[in-house]
């Protein structure tokens, strides 16, 4: 796999995560109780797996590879996407607040988690969208070989470092679980 098939293979995760959460936020909304570890395991998922490896993956050495060579952030792609992470970071942030909430019975917690559910998924379905077809695309036609080489070299390490080999497949077990009792 290369380093851009791998960067996708996460974002075909996140996308399933973010269907299970739609389903979650609808069931909460039609007044349907949900276990409330689903939903830490959805924030765990969101805040460790999407956030410090994929995004961390992005911003920590793709996007500075990419820098390198002559792509701009400041006002072009690259500034966006960083932005964007900052906004989701926001969303999960605002999730985890209505989780919180919800675990305790407050009454405000359902709107809170369905609100920020709603602004993370579209802001990262439109953002992947946007890595996949222009930022990728433009990734392999600058990055050299060599370049693309070092770059897999430095996932294995924020991988190990961010997650753990034994969490990874964990991560991904507890995905399709979830994704039995939510979207069978
Ligand atoms: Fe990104
Ligand atoms: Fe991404």
Known sequence: MTVIEELKAEHQAVLLTI?????????????QAIDSRHLDQI????????????????EKVLFPAME??????????L????????????FVQGLKIGVEGYRVGKVDAIAQIVENAQKYSRLLVA?????????????????????MA??????IRIEE???????????????????DIYLA
């Open 19 to 31: 269907r299970i959460l739609e389903q979650i936020t609808s069931k909460l909304e039609n007044g």
């Open 68 to 77: 390198e060579v002559g792509i701009q952030v400041e006002g072009g792609p």
């Open 127 to 147: 953002h992947i969208d946007k890595e996949n077809d222009v930022l990728y695309v433009m990734a392999e036609r600058v990055l050299s070989a060599e370049k």
């Open 79 to 90: 500034g966006v996407m960083l932005y964007e992470h900052e906004q989701g970071r926001s």
């Open 43 to 58: 924030l765990e998922f969101l805040q460790i797996f999407v956030d410090k490896c994929h995004h961390g993956k992005e």
């Open 161 to 179: 470092l961010e997650i753990g080999p034994n969490k990874h497949e964990e991560f991904h077990a507890t995905l399709h679980a979830l994704k």
């Open 150 to 155: 070092d770059i897999a070299k430095a996932f």
